[in-house]
């Protein structure tokens, strides 16, 4: 039964100065400090006072079921997790509408519609507010309504698009940052999930970024799953898409004792299976079935450079299960401190670092990543813009 916080909307009837970016971005919570600005803890952000209660929100995505990945399972998490604040969700995704492949991406289906039936379905969604997750199709077009309308909207942050086209296209990363740059600054906030990320963007002239942290279910990741997988060990795996901008070969080339193994599915998968025999690759797995993988590994390699967190990291931990990466945003934040995971230019040594990391730490430090707090997170930045 779907829950009711995931509904579908509509679908009855088919550069200011680099001082002023900074003092948006208060990312604190267990994240780091790459940003020395402290963040008042979620609960200060009061929703009391305002003129006008967000109690209704829809939440524009071109990402959408059946993709799995970080933000699908994000939206999904915060959905669920709204109406203990007093709120709840309604979606505009794909579902209903015609699409077609996206270039590179075959399985994730772009929507082909029109101005004037996505300006229906928002008014049709009667919502309070408009957040966009996206810059695909449902995203601009749904931008370029609240702009019309001077509805205020929000955006989120969670792709690097500009570093994933040039892996694939002759594509200047500057070009691509321009248009997102003013895509996402005509937004009342910008919500992002680490500081080195915020920082970044900051850099490159994004404004008005907020701190968004994500959470794990550490009920279903969890040590007690661990059991043995029957490979040699120590277990080295990675969990999450197989594509060209996740950098596996960076992982797979590695010289490790033990198994390599390779969790999830993508477009690199048959190219990476004939040039790597030696590695395990299971294919797709969720649930508990996943969980008991993550359990029964002995590190987590994360060799992706290009993402802005990796919830992967998150199911990891609380799996009992210790990082290893390169220094980048997501993996920095995260375990950046030595604690849960190591991370270094030579992947190799962090690999090996991680084997002695303690796994009662890790899964403490994903006890501080909670779905309910990343909701009211994400709930009050969006009160706050309706009060200023």
């Known amino acids: 039964m779907e829950h009711p916080a995931r509904t579908e909307a509509g679908l009855a009837g088919g550069t ?10 208060r ?34 995505t071109d990402a959408w079921s059946p993709q799995v990945n970080g933000v699908v399972r994000t939206m999904e998490r915060v959905s669920e997790n709204l109406p ?4 709840e969700a309604v979606f505009l995704t794909p579902a209903g509408f015609r699409s077609v492949p996206m270039p590179t991406y075959p399985d994730i289906r772009l929507a082909l519609t029109t101005p004037w039936e996505i300006s229906r379905r928002i008014e049709a969604a009667a919502a309070d507010h408009v957040h966009i997750v996206t810059e695909g199709p449902l995203g601009l077009l749904a931008r370029r309504y ?8 929000t955006t989120s942050y969670h792709t690097k698009y500009p570093e994933y086209l ?26 992002v999930a680490t500081p080195s990320l915020a920082a970044d963007l900051a850099a490159r002239g994004f404004t008005k970024l907020k701190p968004w942290t994500r959470g794990v279910d550490t009920e279903l990741f969890n040590p007690a799953h ?55 690759f299971m294919g797709e797995h969720t649930g508990t079935d996943l969980a008991r993988i993550y359990a029964s590994s002995d590190v987590f390699v994360f060799p992706s450079r290009t993402d802005t967190f990796g919830i992967v990291l998150l199911e990891a931990l609380a799996s009992g299960v210790p990082v290893a990466a390169y220094p980048v945003t997501g993996p920095i934040d995260v375990v950046g401190d030595g604690i849960g995971g190591a991370v270094s230019e030579d992947l190799r040594e962090a690999a090996l670092a991680a084997l002695k990391i303690d796994r009662g730490a890790a899964r403490q430090k994903a006890l501080g990543y909670g779905w ?17």
């Open 146 to 153: 609240c702009r019309k309308h001077g509805k205020l909207f």
């Open 27 to 60: 990312l604190g919570t267990p994240l780091g400090d790459a940003v020395a600005v402290a963040t008042p803890p979620a609960t200060e952000l009061a929703l009391a006072g305002s003129s006008k209660q967000v109690r209704r929100i829809l939440i524009v």
């Open 166 to 191: 040039s892996a694939r296209m002759p594509v200047p990363e500057s070009w691509t940052y321009a248009w997102l740059r003013s895509f996402h600054n005509s937004a009342a906030a910008t919500l």
């Open 84 to 87: 203990a604040f007093g709120a």
């Open 16 to 25: 200011p100065s680099m001082k002023a970016n900074t003092a948006d971005i």
């Open 226 to 280: 661990r059991g043995d997988l029957g490979l040699p060990g120590p277990v080295f795996v990675y969990v999450g898409r197989v594509a060209v901008e996740k950098n596996l070969r960076a992982f797979l080339d590695l010289d490790l004792p033990g198994s390599k193994v390779i969790v999830g599915d993508g477009p690199a998968l048959a190219d990476l299976k004939s040039r790597y025999p030696g590695a395990v």
């Open 372 to 388: 309910p707090a990343c909701a009211e997170m994400f709930l009050k930045h969006i009160q706050a813009v309706h009060e200023s």
